[in-house]
């Protein structure tokens, strides 16, 4: 299974630590919290983490200098703002020194998962499970549209430029590699071999 995006949550309250790790987690994410800004840079500067979501007002450091110390240890690092005490200037400063997004408490369910999705993207391994899915549509497709499997023998990937496969997938298709497809997207079934088993029986033919 491919690895998912890593979150670290920096925030006092407990109850916004335990949100975010059941939103994000049920997402897809790895999540872990800290519940001080000092504990929270130490974390994110030793940890290999995606993003980082941090509160503003914080028992030690503040938000804002969490984010700057990280900017300069973790350029890399996305960040989110999740905070009661939004302002102007705060936001300014944020947007100034890269933050991803701005948020304030209390937020919901999908202002958590939007803000992390544009941040650092779908979880990897839905947009893997996406690809399978459409893999799959492809080769039963094939199978049961015959104009389709035929162009599909014929042409090969250029028919699938529609299709939003990487080319290492649409390679596996047109070439009729089972077992990249497979050890990609899993065991096909016998509707989604149908096309495949056609297309390498022509080719020893």
């Avoid at 491919?2 to 987690?25: F, N, S, Y």
């Avoid at 919901?108 to 803000?115: F, L, Y």
Wanted: charged residues 30%; contains cysteine; glycine residues 10%.
């Amino acid at each position: 299974m491919v690895q998912a995006a890593k979150v670290l949550v920096v925030d006092d309250e407990p109850v916004v630590t335990k949100g975010c790790r059941r939103i994000l987690g049920d997402a897809g994410y790895e999540v872990d919290t800290a519940a001080t800004g000092q504990e929270g840079l130490s974390r994110a500067v030793a940890g290999d983490f995606d993003l980082v979501m941090t509160d503003l007002r914080l028992p030690d450091l503040s938000g804002m200098e969490l984010v700057r110390a990280l900017r300069a240890k973790r350029p890399e690092t996305a960040i989110v703002i999740i905070t009661g005490y939004g302002s102007v200037s705060n936001a300014v400063e944020a947007i100034r020194l890269g933050v991803s997004d701005y948020i304030e408490k209390p937020f919901t369910p999908e202002q958590i998962t939007e803000a992390v999705g544009r941040a650092v993207g779908a979880p990897r391994d839905h947009k893997a499970r996406i690809e399978a899915d459409l893999v799959r549509q492809v080769l039963r497709r094939a199978g049961q549209d015959s104009t389709f499997g035929e162009r599909l023998s014929t042409e090969g990937s250029r028919v699938l430029s529609g299709f939003a496969l990487r080319c290492e997938a649409k390679a596996a298709i047109a070439g009729g590699d089972i077992a990249w497809i497979e050890k990609t997207v899993g065991e096909l079934s016998p509707e989604e071999r149908v096309w495949l088993r056609h297309r390498l029986e022509a080719e020893t033919w």
